[in-house]
Structure formats: C-alpha cells, structure tokens
C-alpha cells in the first residue's frame, strides 16, 4: 500500500478491544445535560400517555397510527408540551431526575482502559489525516490514511462505470443546459442543494397526492413529509473476509482490495417513503416457500429429513454475487407488485392502494443519487445497500427467478431441490448428488434474469468436509445422516463485546449465554457440541471474560428463563 499508517503499540492494544467496546465515560458537565435532557423527554413521554389513556384514544387506532407504532423512524424527535392534570407526575419526576443527578455527581469512575490504552486514544485522537472503520464482516477495525480512503473509494466508483455515474454541474444558458467548465465549491454546494430540494419535493408532492386520493387523515401526511433532509452519502468497508488468512493487508494495493458500498439514506429525503414501502412490502417475505425467517431455521428442516431421502446427496452452499447492485430496479418494481397483488388483503397496507404503492416504489428507487467527497453521483444500476426498501424488493426479485426456474414441474419433482431449498437473503443452502448438478441449479436460476446479472458462487464440498453456510457448517454422511455445527469464518478475528467494555453485566451475561445458546442449537451431537463449545470457549476468553462456561450452566439458564423482569414503578 502507498499509503501506509504506523501504529505504536498503545494504539494497536486500545483498536484490539473491538468496535463494540465502551471506554468509561468521565462525568462532566456535558454528561450532567445529556441525562437531565434524557429525563426531560421521559417526563414528556409519560405525561403524554397519560394524557392518551385519560382520553382513551388508544381504542380507535387510524392509520397513522397504526404506521407510526410500525415505522419507529417516522417517530418526530420533537415532542409538544403535554397538557397537565394535576402535579403528582410533575413532582414525582422532579424528585426522581434530582435523585438521579446526585447519584452522578456523588459517584467515583474508573477508568476501564489501561496506561498504555489511554496513551493510545490520546494519540490516535491528535493524529491528523487517518481514516478508521469497520471491515465488512471481521468485526476489526481497518486503519488508513484519509487519502488511501477517498482513492479506495473513487476508484470503486470509477471502476464500475456501469453502475455509478458523476453528475457534472450544469447551468442553463439561453434556455439550454451546459456544462460548467471550471466549477467552484460554491458550484458543487448549490448543485447538490438544488438537487436535494428537488427529490424532496418529489417525495412530498408524492405522498399529498395519495392522501388527497385515498382521503387519509392530515397526521399520516404529517408522519411521512420530509423537510430539511440531506442527500444520501457513500461509505465503503473493506471485505478483509476475501483477504486469505494470513496475508497482511498492508502489503495489498488499493485497487486489489474488494469493499462493500454502502449508501446511508439515514435522513434523506426518500427515508420517509422507504420507510412505509419497507413496513407493507416486508411481509410478503412470508410467502415465500424458501425465505429463512432466522439463520437457523434451516437446520430444523434438514432435521426433518429422513436418512434414506439423504443418502446419496451432499450440502451445498451459494450466494448471488453483489445482489443488490445488480438487481435490475424496474423489474424488481415489477416483481414486488406481482407478489403483492397475490396476498394484498392478508398484509397492513395503512390504507394505500397497489397502484400507490407503485407509486412509492418509483420515486424511492429511482432517486438514486448520493454524495462523496462533495460531489453528486447516481446509481444507475441496482439499489442502494443502506435503504431499508432493498433488502425485501432483492428477495423478492431473486423468488421470482426462483419460481420460474426450480419450482417448476417436473424439474421440482426430480430434483433433490424437492427436499431442501432455503435462501437468507443472498445466501442460499441446497441438495445435489454432485458439483455438477448444484451449479446447474444455479444457472438454472441465473438463465431466468433477462440482464443476465444475478449470477452464483457455489460451495460444494469434496468429500467428507463440512460446508459453512450463515454461522453453521453442515455435513451429509455416506449413510444419510446430517452433521452440524458452530462456524465462525477462519478470517475472523474473534472479536466480541469485551468483559472489559462499560456495558451493565448482564449484558455481558447475555452475550456469553447467547453464544453457548447458539453452540447448543446449531449442533447436531455429541462430539459437534464439544466442538462447537470450544470455539465458543477461545471466542470468550481472547475477549477478557473469566471462567465463560459459568454462563453455559443449565440451572443458570433455567433460573434465567424464569426470572421476571421487574416493572418500574413511581410511587
């Protein structure tokens, strides 16, 4: 790399506690606001539901209601002043945020980092021109310069020419629009202002049509408008997971390096309508025969199956390359208003027709403009991985090439794909008698995309091997029988939420219970579980916590179950 960033080893000891881990805030005046304001806005809360219960409006819920309790980023961050009957909830939250505030300032922190980590935040925070995220699946940070960042980034942008385009300034000239031959900052600002203003409008405009037509009360428009909204914005990780093990990524040239794009439309002005078009669509995903609900539910099919339908047949495991940068956008519209015709009266709609819908769907995916480094670019192909209205339209483009491919008669009949076939997103697990044959299933899928984008890589194992699929890995023996366990990618740096984090003990608690938990579930036997127990044990102990199989005793989890979580009351 040209671009190489030096670490002392303070700062390498503070980075190898994870992205998770949560140095111990120190109480100062800032922190003494933040809580009093917490407090303030829990004051509002209750006097508002108060408020709603003497009422009683909770009886006849609208359906804005109904949207905002299912839409949580519909709620506003601004809360009116709740009337007041009477001083009872007034003092009692007066008393109790004074309670609260004394117990602060009365109370002595430690620190949770030592010497050499405090050192090392001290130095990374006065370092000037790196760059630190997140790789894309390891759970480790990825260190570089600012520069190495922003040519990482433009590169992958350049380099798929088919997929992303620059939008050059323009200014209209005599009733023409030109190019700007030498633009400024200021060219670039009012070019991406004037953008934004326009997708906002379009997004509003939008939704006062179809609550004009559909006669929905003025609070569901009011739910979805979108005012003072920025333009998405371009971040990419690195996939360190492709990187083989044991290659140090510092000796990798920029443009060897994959990254994953993603695209925040976190206060955007097509969020809002993602939103609601997210919340209707998504249930659709239940009648789709293959959608895994959780990534573990195909083990509980493969358990079904019986040794004698088994024998014969190997696990395989293959993913769609890049789905949702090469899903094509229009069909995908196409394809989600099909299904959703097929099962409209038994989703919540909140009121809208399939033709609003559509509607939706357009402006949300083609308004596929976003901002880095400044300067406005457009996805001209696929959907944005960061708006919450691709995942469920991607699924669903990919069932449909599914339904016309390996759940056609006779085909289905015949094939092992009869007995198992499950897909967690981009992600799907399958039976063949051989290679052969799982990449010919694939490619019968892959033949029904008229682009000819949606292509697989197949894992298919050779001989007795397991094959990893989500956190499993999964084996098929010469006799029938399925063999499961724990899988963790050997790229991984066994990073979790370290016993050192300032998080609350049960928390931790929970994270260790959870991961024995899965080691138990995933298991098929005896010897997988001591063999998954024992990744789980390394995973533990390489992040500070003593003695983890302390929370893997069977009691403790039967109290856990039992215990009963207590209500606050004020009294």
Not at 29 to 36: P, S, T, Y
Not at 67 to 86: D, E, N
Not at 253 to 272: D, F, N, Q
Not at 521 to 530: I, K, N, R
């Amino acid at each position: 790399d040209s671009h190489p960033v030096e670490l002392d080893e303070n700062e390498i000891s503070l980075l190898s506690r994870g992205p998770g881990f949560a140095v111990t805030p120190r109480i100062t005046k800032k922190l003494l606001h933040d809580v009093e304001i917490n407090i303030a806005q829990a004051s509002y809360a209750l006097k508002w539901r108060a408020e709603m219960e003497r009422k009683g409006s909770r009886a006849q819920e609208s359906d804005s209601q109904n949207l905002k309790m299912a839409c949580p980023k519909l709620q506003t961050p601004f809360i009116s002043v709740p009337p007041t009957h009477g001083v009872d909830l007034d003092v009692m939250m007066h008393n109790f945020g004074k309670f609260v505030i004394d117990i602060y300032r009365n109370s002595t922190v430690k620190t949770n980092l030592t010497k050499s980590q405090q050192a090392g935040l001290k130095s990374l925070r006065q370092r000037e021109g790196i760059h630190i995220s997140v790789s894309d699946k390891c759970g480790d940070f990825v260190v570089s310069t600012a520069d190495a960042y922003r040519e990482l980034t433009i590169h992958h942008l350049k380099s798929n020419v088919d997929v992303y385009k620059w939008i050059e300034p323009t200014r209209i000239m005599k009733g023409i629009s030109v190019h700007v031959i030498t633009p400024t900052d200021i060219t670039y600002k009012n070019q991406l202002k004037n953008k934004r203003d326009c997708i906002e409008k379009e997004c509003n405009d939008t939704i006062q049509e179809i609550v004009q037509r559909r006669g929905l009360d003025k609070r569901f428009l009011n739910l979805l408008l979108s005012h003072n909204t920025t333009l998405p914005a371009i971040y990419t990780l690195v996939k360190t997971h492709k990187i083989p093990p044991g290659v140090d990524i510092a000796s990798k040239k920029l443009e060897e390096l994959k990254v994953r794009p993603i695209v925040s439309c976190t206060g955007s002005p097509t969020e809002r309508l993602a939103s609601l078009a997210t919340r209707i669509i998504t249930p659709l995903l239940e009648f789709i025969p293959c959608h895994l609900r959780n990534i573990h539910e195909h083990l509980g099919k493969l358990r079904e199956l019986a040794p004698t339908d088994l024998q014969g047949l190997k696990f395989y495991s293959a993913d769609v390359c890049a789905l949702f940068t090469n899903v094509n956008v229009e069909r995908s519209i196409e394809y989600v208003i099909e299904l959703a015709s097929e099962h409209w009266r038994e989703i919540e709609t909140f009121g809208l027709k399939l033709v609003d819908l559509h509607l939706v769907l357009e402006v949300v995916l083609r308004n596929s403009y976003f901002t880095f480094n400044k300067r406005l670019y457009q996805q001209i192909y696929g959907a944005f991985i960061g708006s919450s209205v691709s995942p469920p339209c991607a699924m669903i483009t990919v069932y449909k090439l599914e339904r016309e491919s390996i759940y056609i008669d006779p085909f289905h009949l015949n094939s092992p794909v009869r007995h198992l076939y499950c897909r967690y997103v981009d992600d799907s697990g399958s039976l063949a008698r051989n290679e052969a044959e799982a990449v010919a299933n694939c490619l019968r899928i892959s033949e029904r995309d008229e682009d000819g984008r949606i292509l697989w890589e197949v894992d298919f194992p050779e001989g007795e091997e397991y094959i990893p699929f989500l956190d499993t890995e999964i084996k098929i023996t010469v006799e029938g029988k399925v063999s499961t366990r724990y899988y963790r990618k050997p790229q991984n740096k066994g990073i979790s939420l370290n016993y050192q984090s300032h998080h609350q003990m049960s928390t931790k608690e929970a994270v260790a219970r959870n991961f024995y938990n899965t080691a138990r579930e995933v298991s098929s036997g005896p010897q997988e579980l001591q063999y998954s127990l024992k990744k789980v044990d390394s995973l533990l102990t390489q992040n500070g916590y003593p003695n983890p199989r302390k929370n893997d005793d069977p009691k403790r989890r039967e109290r856990t179950k039992k215990k009963k979580v207590p209500t606050a009351t004020l009294r």
